[in-house]
């Protein structure tokens, strides 16, 4: 069984991505700018989703007083409670599961990128051995990006990341003035308890890449970049 869903790893993610990446190096001669491109093309492919989940995440704020009332109203009878919740979501035509897809779907690429660095940093990997018979590659491969070798971890780096993190968790937490004053006290805690996840993410992220490569980081702040820009689209819109 795990060694079918390694080998559908293999197959669909990290041999495509391990072969992008160095194609984008072969043409672009820069470890870093190879990374950085290979980020915005996987967030180009993801934008419809990441899109979906962010407005999820914002439909989930201006609906969560209607949820509160019909926990409150259906406390002693869980099952006329779901089906309710169930009908509001259906009339607001809101998915609650939207974000945990594209969440999830983080993961593996995240596995991939780093299997792909991991590799390349590895004496006695022979890279030719896993690429496609149209992209040609020979030699070694320079990981170094602004002075940093991306194959080591770099604390400031994983810092700067943590930072950017901070900033997107904020922009999507940011309640107008008027709904303040319309809070009851659950929706008060849910925000208190919103703003301490807004920096605690962030320094778990900070010690997470303090571990990872430095290309780790890269993909991870400019994925953040992308979204905080999605974000202020979808918010402007509103």
Do not use: C
């Not at 080998?7 to 190879?34: E, H, M, R």
């Not at 003035?177 to 301490?196: F, I, P, S, T, V």
């Not at 992220?205 to 202020?232: E, R």
């Amino acid at each position: 069984m795990f060694g079918f869903i390694g080998d559908l790893f293999n197959t669909f993610l990290y041999t495509p991505l391990f072969n992008i990446l160095i194609w984008l190096y072969t043409v672009l001669q820069n470890f870093g700018l190879a990374v950085l491109l290979l980020t915005i093309l996987i967030r180009m492919l993801l934008y419809p989703l990441n899109n979906k989940a962010l407005k999820s995440q914002k439909e989930i704020q201006k609906i969560q007083p209607l949820i509160k009332e019909i926990q409150e109203k259906y406390k002693e009878n869980p099952q006329k409670q779901a089906e309710e919740l169930l009908a509001l979501y259906k009339e607001k035509n809101f998915n609650p599961f939207a974000s945990f897809g594209f969440m999830f779907l983080q993961i593996p690429i995240i596995i991939a990128l780093y299997w792909s660095i991991r590799n390349i940093a590895t004496a006695g990997y022979s890279i030719q051995e896993h690429l496609y018979s149209f992209v040609n590659f020979s030699g070694e491969i320079q990981p170094m990006f602004l002075g940093m070798d991306l194959t080591e971890p770099h604390i400031l780096f994983a810092l700067i990341v943590a930072v950017f993190q901070f900033i997107q968790m904020r922009t999507m937490q940011q309640p107008k003035q008027e709904e303040k004053k319309e809070l009851g006290d659950a929706e008060k805690m849910q925000n208190m308890m919103q703003k301490q996840m807004g920096l605690i993410l962030p320094v778990i992220t900070f010690f997470i890449l303090s571990k990872l490569p430095s290309a780790i980081g890269l993909y991870w702040l400019v994925a953040t970049v992308v979204t905080i820009i999605q974000q202020k689209i979808i918010l402007k819109k509103e």
